[in-house]
């Protein structure tokens, strides 16, 4: 069932990593593109300039928005109940794309468990 984990990172969690803070306040768009290669595999650069084109005239929330949900169903997240997907990139846009930046990079960095049937217990791995 889509959502059953929680967030490890909080939404005005930004000083639990400045560097992806500095990032996202200096530079949204180009975090909005890095988030969006990790998330679905789009293109870096053309994710960057889509997004600041768009912040142009006050949508850049809807991609964002869409890589959201897509990274949500990825590591099986819940929607934030109070304001949902919509809100949280419309009006907190920046510290959304921070959350996302450190969600996804706390959950790559978790070690991986390998398990192939008929081979014994579970091996597990630490990322290098």
Known sequence: MPGENEWNE???????????????????????????????GKNCFLMC?????????????????????KMREKYNLKENPSCGDLLTTLCCGPCALCQEAREMKGRDAQPKVAFKAGEGPPVISQPM
């Open 10 to 40: 909080d939404l005005f969690g930004c000083c639990n990593d400045c560097g992806s803070c500095c990032y996202g306040f200096c530079c949204t768009p180009c975090l909005f593109g890095s988030n969006a290669n990790k998330i679905s």
């Open 49 to 69: 300039c889509a997004y600041g084109l768009l912040a142009n005239c006050y949508l850049c929330f809807i991609p964002h928005m869409m890589e959201r949900q």
